[in-house]
């Protein structure tokens, strides 16, 4: 209608807004400062912007979302969804060339140019049974020979199934 729409901003949220660039970086404000929910009990808050999404809760402060990656936190549920509440800005993945990330309380979603790219990391648990230690060069005439012998399963499936070292020495 090209008339004037004002929207509250305050706290912790305008805090980040405003540090992390205002209105140059992500525009105006396109809703009111809304609690997020989970039932009948406020578990946080968040801010619309035009080019980003800032969330807050107390467990982990306020952190902006934006592109592809607002766009599959919003697929995946938001805050209320599986991965919880962000922890991080979106930032650089390092080593890999215009690779970006966010990280959330429960898992990461990871950009690698387009949001068909977008990958979803959840944390893992890793149980070390043993580590093997051999004598190679025979009786008292070495040391022992330290590896470790690795087998990764995804579900059913064996993805990664190795020996590290491969062979002598660590």
């Not at 004002?6 to 140059?24: D, F, N, P, Q, R």
């Not at 902006?64 to 969804?81: N, T, Y």
């Not at 919880?84 to 140019?113: H, K, M």
Request: charged share 20%; net charge neutral.
């Amino acid at each position: 209608s090209g008339q004037p729409n004002a929207h509250e901003v305050h706290g912790a949220i305008l805090g980040k807004y405003l540090a992390s660039g205002g209105t140059a970086a992500w525009g105006f404000p396109i809703t009111h400062e809304t609690d997020v929910r989970r039932g009948a009990v406020a578990i946080g808050k968040f801010s619309e912007f035009e080019r980003c999404t800032i969330y807050w809760s107390s467990a982990t402060g306020a952190f902006e979302v934006h592109g592809d990656i607002r766009q599959k936190f919003r697929d995946l549920g938001g805050p209320g969804g599986s991965l919880g509440f962000p922890t991080s800005d979106e930032t650089d993945i390092p080593g890999v060339a215009g690779g970006r990330f966010n990280t959330f309380q429960n898992g990461s979603l990871l950009w690698y140019g387009n949001a068909a790219s977008i990958v979803v990391a959840r944390p893992f648990r890793l149980h070390i049974g043993r580590i093997n230690a051999r004598e190679s060069e025979g009786f008292l005439m070495g040391q022992n020979d330290m590896y470790i012998y690795i087998k990764v399963w995804d579900g059913p499936h064996v993805v990664y199934d190795r020996r590290r070292p491969s062979s002598g020495d660590w």
